[in-house]
């Protein structure tokens, strides 16, 4: 059974920064390093949107919201994504879900909690 684990998530102030960590166990299919990935952010009642994108082949895709700030990047060693997230606004305070997806394999993570507040 393929787990994704996020950790990284809290509270900080605006302005400030967090780097999310997503590390895969279990047995996957195929290898990391073939994976899309991306990080999705779900704030209460609203629905889950996407926020950084990373291709096999490292291109990446950001949401225009976070764009210049937030970085998205993986260590296929370690099976793990990172979003590196600077300047934050209180408009970034949501859930995050890390996601790995090949074909029809595609993983959640749990979500980690962020909130920007002063």
């Known amino acids: 059974q393929v787990q994704l684990v996020e950790s990284g998530g809290g509270l900080v102030q605006p302005g400030g920064s967090l780097r999310l960590s997503c590390a895969a166990s279990?047995?996957?299919?195929?290898?990391?390093?073939?994976?899309?990935t991306g990080w999705y952010r779900q704030a209460p009642g609203k629905q889950r949107e996407l926020v950084a994108t990373?291709?096999?082949?490292?291109?990446?895709n950001y949401a225009d919201s976070v764009k210049g700030r937030f970085t998205i990047s993986r260590d296929n060693a370690k099976k793990s994504v990172y979003l590196q997230m600077n300047s934050l606004k209180p408009e970034d305070t949501a859930v995050y879900y890390c996601n790995i997806k090949l074909g029809q394999y595609n993983y959640w993570g749990q979500g980690t909690q962020v909130t920007v507040s002063s």
């Open positions: 990373g291709t096999s082949g490292g291109s990446t």
């Open positions: 279990g047995s996957i299919f195929s290898i990391f390093s073939r994976y899309a």
